[in-house]
Nanobody, 122 residues
Framework: EVQLQASGGGLVQAGGSLRLSCAAS????????ITWFRQAPGKEREGVSC???????LYLDSVKGRFTISRDNVKNTVYLTMNDLKPEDTAVYYC????????????????WGQGTLVTVSS
């Protein structure tokens, strides 16, 4: 069973930063493409970023230059570092496995766990 746990969300003022963590416990993160997607209240979910097995990265246009996805193979964790946060970044963030990163904006996502809430105040 694939298990992923996102954490690190919280309340932050606009312009602030957060680092989300995605810990995997049943598989190696460097053997799967991992994506972060988010869902804001009343909105469709949208992919934010993806990190492929080869290490290539993709980002939603609105987060380019602000968000960075990375991986720590020793800790078996994928991170999403978010800088210059904006109120429109407010959402529940999930990490998920995905077969191909080019699908990250809309999925399909294979497995994901509980999300972590990010709230950005203006």
């Amino acid at each position: 069973e694939v298990q992923l746990q996102a954490s690190g969300g919280g309340l932050v003022q606009a312009g602030g930063s957060l680092r989300l963590s995605c810990a995997a416990s049943t598989f190696a993160v460097d053997g799967s493409s991992i994506t972060w997607f988010r869902q804001a209240p009343g909105k469709e979910r949208e992919g934010v970023s993806c990190l492929s097995v080869s290490g290539s990265t993709l980002y939603l246009d609105s987060v380019k230059g602000r968000f960075t996805i990375s991986r720590d193979n020793v800790k078996n964790t994928v991170y999403l570092t978010m800088n210059d946060l904006k109120p429109e970044d407010t959402a529940v963030y999930y990490c998920a496995t995905i077969r191909r990163c080019i699908w990250f904006r809309e999925g399909p996502y294979d497995y994901w766990g509980q999300g972590t809430l990010v709230t950005v105040s203006s």
